[in-house]
């Protein structure tokens, strides 16, 4: 089992800015990828960031240009920085990893991290 430990978020302003880390003590040659999903309520799972050991990141469109995804690959860890928040990107906020294991890939998924924009 790969544990992800998330920290950051909780409540901010619209306009304003958060940002969000998930470290992970596997080995970063066994993480493929690592990333934000985002679950409001009534709403489904929807990518938010996600950075490939292969350089490529991906981002959900609604975050574009707003928020900025980056890694540590020698730590294991992701960084999330969410600028011009908005009220609707408020939301639980999962870290997510790919955990290569030689013969196949596994998804892994944090506990979840609350983020609150005000209006």
């Known amino acids: 089992q790969v544990q992800l430990v998330e920290s950051g978020g909780g409540l901010a302003q619209a306009g304003g800015s958060l940002r969000l880390s998930c470290s992970t003590t596997?080995?970063?040659?066994?993480?493929?990828?690592m990333g934000w999903f985002r679950q409001a309520p009534g709403k489904q799972r929807e990518l938010v960031a996600v950075?490939?050991?292969?350089?490529?990141?991906d981002y959900g469109d609604s975050v574009l240009g707003r928020f900025t995804i980056s890694r540590d690959s020698a730590k294991s860890t992701v960084y999330l920085q969410m600028n011009n928040l908005k009220p609707e990107d408020t939301a639980v906020y999962y870290c997510?990893?790919?955990?290569?294991?030689?013969?196949?890939?596994?998804?892994?998924w944090g506990q979840g991290t609350q983020v609150t924009v005000s209006s």
């Open positions: 997510y990893a790919e955990r290569d294991w030689g013969d196949y890939v596994n998804d892994f």
């Open positions: 950075s490939r050991s292969s350089g490529v990141t």
């Open positions: 596997e080995s970063p040659l066994s993480i493929n990828a």
